[in-house]
């Protein structure tokens, strides 16, 4: 039971983290538990159908079709948060600077944050998806009242360090919070980019940079409770290749040099805001 | 929207046809059974992209997972998945299933 609860955990803590962030910097909008709710039941029933395609997925493209399926997946959600991080995010932060409110950047904001949505659905049907496939397999087999048991366990272990994350940015003095949670969503925006450099390579469509280029698992074990902390929230991998690093780095530059960009334009029209 | 679903099936084939066209690599073939793999030492020429092709006969899924060769992949239960690994520096890579991590280990040795 032990073993099924700990894989189920690390499959469940990347999403559950994602969502308590998630959660954490749209505290102020009206109506966003529902949305929030939306994402991860979209993303449940996704990962449900996923899961029950994964034999013929598998068989796709010559045995690389759930690699492509995963990248196509890290894609959108990347792109989605490239594009909700250098505008939305900024323009919640200029309409909550200009109106010297506090609150998160969406406090002041009608909009709602479609972008989120989507990625919040597609990181829990990504990892839902394992899941589900896992703990179906591993409950045809051996005893399944201790397999169930123990993925209620795994997943309510995952959701856990959610709340636990969300509770802490909740404690976060208001001000400090949008700079917080948006630090928090590159962290994970990079951490899609460094997965979907692995999807690609594995799939052999990107054969550049393919070596690791380190191993800090001597450091830093990827299966300690400090590594897996650190891969699911800052996507840390202790032998990371070439092409993940350059991912990482490229999707980080992109997004504080997006944001400084888009900060700059929005300034020069109406002047130095204080 | 059919512009759309054009891009979407031209951009889908494309990567087909990248990957089936550069199939000139060596394939190996690892079976997993009774959440064992075998075979569990797979010797691998050095320098140049392997395609690996992992088989689980077993009526599970498993996680092919190594993060020596950095690389993870579920395989469902009776189906054939491919996972392209290296070019590798010699050397000795270890690989586990995450799902019966106890009794599924290999290695890849590089030479």
Known sequence: ?274 | MTRLRFLVLTLLSASVMAVSALAAEPQVLLVIKNHQFAPAELKVPAGQRVKLLVHNQDTTPEEFESHDLNREKVIPAGSTATIFIGPLKPGRYSFVGEFHETSAKGVVIAE
């Open chain 1, 1 to 274: 039971m032990l073993g099924v609860a700990i894989i189920v955990f690390r499959e469940t803590l990347e999403a559950a983290l994602f969502v308590g962030i998630i959660a954490a910097a749209t505290r102020r909008l009206h109506g966003r538990s529902a949305w929030l709710g939306a994402g991860v039941v979209l993303g449940a029933a996704g990962a449900l159908i996923l899961a029950a395609a994964a034999g013929h997925i598998s068989a796709w493209a010559d045995g690389v079709g759930q690699d492509l399926v995963n990248a196509a997946i890290l894609g959108v959600a990347l792109v989605m948060l490239i594009w909700h991080c250098v505008w939305v995010s900024n323009q919640g932060a200029q309409a909550a600077a200009d109106a010297r409110a506090l609150g998160s950047a969406f406090g002041r904001g009608r909009r709602k944050p479609w972008a989120l949505l989507v990625v919040v659905a597609l990181s829990v049907l990504r990892e839902g998806a394992e899941t589900v496939l896992f703990v179906a397999g591993y409950a045809s087999g051996s005893d399944q009242g201790s397999t169930l048991a123990g993925a209620l366990v795994g997943v309510a272990g995952g959701t856990a360090v959610g709340l636990l994350l969300y509770a802490g940015l909740a404690r976060v003095p208001v001000r400090q919070m949008f700079a917080v949670t948006n630090g928090l969503v590159q962290l994970f925006a990079a951490s899609i980019a460094s997965q979907l450099a692995r999807a690609l390579a594995q799939a052999g469509l990107f054969n550049a940079w393919g070596q690791t280029l380190w191993d800090s698992s001597g450091w830093l074990r990827m299966d300690s409770p400090v590594g897996t902390l650190a891969h699911a929230l800052a996507g840390y991998e202790a032998q990371p290749t070439g092409l993940q690093l350059a991912f990482y780095a490229l999707t980080l530059l992109l997004l504080l040099g997006g944001t400084r960009w888009v900060k700059a334009q929005q300034r020069a029209p109406v002047g130095p805001v204080s």
